[in-house]
């Protein structure tokens, strides 16, 4: 397969903290905790999820995204899709390439197709992986590198994949504790020198090599469990992240990060917080 990019609209992005212009999310209408996918979901399955709180701390992490600038786009919430918040893991935009991911669980396939008709809708093209399962939150960019999460919803055939179509790029594969569920639930890049990292997730090796590229701000296990990696830049240094995560919070601010606090605990509950909630489509 050989990628030509004929999109009718941009779409790019080549960082996880370049300015964000262009976002995808999806309203959790229908969220609920159905079948236990996840440690967090076994730890709030009898508790599950205040829809209506839920769906309030969404409008309000929206709202906040629009007015700093960015354009949301909601896709259309549907019943049999109780996942469908985490808009993340259904595709990923790597350079000027828009792919589609293959869903491992059974609980969540089909959300793919619901993107694919919104970008054909708007007439955006997309790469659909033939290869393997992948999920958009094993996918993280930073310039010409790519990092892969292998875990229990990404594989290595998808990865070998997807390096084969982009040979410009250095795909490294990132083996973690399959528990963690996502790449970004342990590890995420917050500028060209900075990113977050639950060190026990991952192995020595992966570690080391981390801390050759990175200077890393550990998080702790009680902030790991609020997903105190899981924040999501939005450029110049503006990361959106818990109010909760406060050691994670203080250490941002140090360094010179705004942080943006708004609470979607309600959300997290399923597994996922900002970085899982969201698609970047344009981003630079």
């Not at 999460?149 to 997807?162: P, V």
């Amino acid at each position: 397969m050989e990628l030509v990019s004929k999109q009718s609209q941009p779409i790019t992005c080549s960082s996880e903290y370049d300015k964000l212009h262009k976002v995808v999310l999806c309203q959790p209408q229908y969220m609920a905790i159905e079948e236990v996918i996840n440690e967090t979901q076994e730890h709030f399955k009898e508790e599950n999820i205040q829809i209506e709180r839920a769906m309030k701390q969404h409008r309000q992490f929206s709202q906040m995204l629009r007015e700093y600038g960015v354009e949301v786009i909601q896709l259309p919430p549907r019943p049999k899709y109780p996942e469908q918040v985490f808009t993340r893991d259904i595709g990923f935009t790597l350079g000027s390439h828009l792919f589609v991911a293959d869903m491992a669980s059974d609980i969540r396939q089909g959300e793919e197709e619901e993107l694919k008709k919104w970008l054909k809708a708007e007439h955006l093209s997309f790469v659909q992986l033939n290869e393997g399962i992948i999920e958009g939150g094993d996918v993280i960019i930073d310039g010409r590198t790519i990092y892969v999460g292998i875990s229990s919803r990404t594989n290595e055939k998808a990865i070998d994949e997807l390096q084969s179509l982009l040979a410009e790029y250095e795909v490294i594969p990132i083996p973690f504790n399959e528990k963690y569920l996502h790449l970004d639930c342990v590890f995420n890049i917050l500028s060209p020198e900075d990113a977050l990292i639950f060190p026990e997730a991952l192995n020595k090796q992966e570690r080391q090599l981390l801390e050759s590229r990175f200077d890393l701000i550990e998080v702790s296990e009680e902030e790991q469990f609020t997903l105190g990696t899981n924040v999501l830049s939005i450029g110049h240094k503006k990361v959106f992240s818990l109010p909760v995560n406060k050691e994670v919070n203080k250490q941002l601010a140090e360094r010179g990060y705004k942080v943006i606090e708004v609470d979607i605990t309600e959300i997290i509950k399923s597994g996922g917080s900002f970085r899982c909630c969201t698609m970047p489509l344009l981003r630079g």
